[in-house]
């Protein structure tokens, strides 16, 4: 999967407490979907990004939506060297709700 690359091969993706841990590149690899294609396809909308560019760090609010709908956030660092993440973090919640819905009235 082409998700992997984005990632260096020492990145560490989770989701906090251990709801999901991923090491390495070959680990996102195979939870990406590896050779395989997923039935649904899933695809990650971005409603607000941050990054600082002197720290490599940024956070970013998404949907993503594959077999099911997922509202979060996730603070992400780049390896400066490569360009290419080395750290992910992410929050989030399954919800039918659509972004406007999910999060209601917002000055954003």
């Known amino acids: ?29 195979a939870f990406f979907g590896g050779k395989e294609q997923p039935p649904i396809p899933g695809r990650m909308t971005w409603h607000h990004l941050l990054f600082d560019e002197a720290q490599q760090v940024g956070a970013g609010e998404y949907t993503y939506q594959g077999t099911r709908r997922l509202h979060g956030i996730v603070i992400v660092r780049v390896d400066q060297a490569s360009g290419v993440i080395s750290r992910w973090r992410e929050y989030q919640r399954a919800s039918p709700l659509t972004w406007d819905d999910f999060v209601g009235k917002s000055k954003f």
Do not use: N, W
């Open 1 to 29: 999967m082409k998700s992997a690359r984005c990632f260096a091969e020492g990145a560490i993706y989770m989701e906090p407490p251990d709801l999901q841990v991923y090491e390495g590149r070959a680990a996102l690899y």
